[in-house]
């Protein structure tokens, strides 16, 4: 599987991006998904992550009601909106597959796919 994120930009406080993750093959739709994001300097966190068929999604507590992650399936595309940006939501956002769709969405050692990462700016 390849993953290409895409979306990021440059935005200001308050405002909002919409990441996509277009992934290749036929087995995506069996995939659990996630999205991470690394600032410089810090180690790199998870975001948000969807369960295959779309039917359970997981937030970290600092994104919780402003970023929403979604899939179509039939696209090949995982979707990240996010609302309300901050400046501390600026990093590079990556997306990630989990071939075994484990329990443990929340820890990156759990993803065997990698997107190459999206720069998202937020200016205050």
């Known amino acids: 599987v390849q993953l290409q994120a895409s979306g990021g930009g440059l935005v200001q406080a308050g405002g909002s991006l919409r990441l996509s993750c277009a992934a290749s093959g036929r087995t995506f739709s069996s995939y659990a998904m996630g999205w991470f994001r690394q600032a410089p300097g810090k180690e790199r966190e998870f975001v948000a992550a969807?369960?295959?068929?779309?039917?359970?999604?997981y937030y970290a507590d600092s994104v919780k009601g402003r970023f929403t992650i979604s899939r179509d399936n039939n696209k090949n595309t995982v979707y990240l909106q996010m609302n309300s940006l901050r400046p501390e939501d600026a990093a590079v956002y990556y997306c990630a597959a989990d071939r075994h769709s484990g329990s443990s969405y929340y820890d990156l050692y759990e993803y065997d796919y990698w997107g190459q990462g999206t720069q998202v700016t937020v200016s205050s």
């Open positions: 969807i369960s295959w068929s779309g039917g359970s999604t």
